[in-house]
């Protein structure tokens, strides 16, 4: 169950490769990320060291926490993945000019996990070709559907 999906990263990224990745997370993130209090659209993954990094993900405190927390809504939070993935992606990304996005966040055996995406930047043209030929289906698709009635 998709809990926030970033359509942007669809928009500006041509998507290689998908890894599924855990967040170390808060409690109180936890609960608000199940209240749907979360957005993804300007978030970044980052190399650091051997490790990686959820830059920019916005999860908005809910106005029950604690008094004990200080809840800071964008925070860097570190995603989990094996060693091998995550060796073979830091390769990428300093190699061969591939970025990291993250593409969605979900429900998994009561676990929230981040999708993340091995993408390569989109030229304004590619955008587009894309946009163009999204439209041309879905006039496709209108005609259809006006000629079955």
């Keep these: 169950m998709s809990i926030a999906d970033n359509k942007k990263a669809f928009h ?5 490769d ?3 990745a855990g967040i170390v ?5 936890v609960k608000a990320i199940r209240e749907s209090r979360v957005q993804i659209k300007e978030a970044y993954v980052v190399v650091r ?28 939070r570190k995603l989990l993945l094996h060693r091998a993935e995550m060796d073979k992606l ?14 969605n966040l979900h429900f998994k055996g009561g676990r929230i996990k981040c999708e993340i995406g091995l993408a ?11 946009e163009k030929e999204r439209d041309g289906k879905r ?8 000629n079955v009635r």
């Design 12 to 16: 500006d990224y041509f998507i290689e």
């Design 18 to 20: 998908r890894y599924e």
């Design 49 to 76: 060291g051997d490790e990686l990094f959820l830059f920019g993900a916005h999860i908005s405190a809910l106005a029950t926490a604690s008094a004990f927390t200080h809840p800071d809504a964008v925070r860097t």
């Design 25 to 29: 997370l808060e409690g109180w993130e």
């Design 90 to 103: 830091i390769g990428k990304v300093e190699r061969s000019g591939f970025t990291l996005v993250p593409l």
């Design 120 to 130: 390569k930047g989109k030229k304004q043209h590619d955008k587009r070709a894309t």
């Design 139 to 146: 006039e496709v698709a209108a005609a259809m559907k006006t």
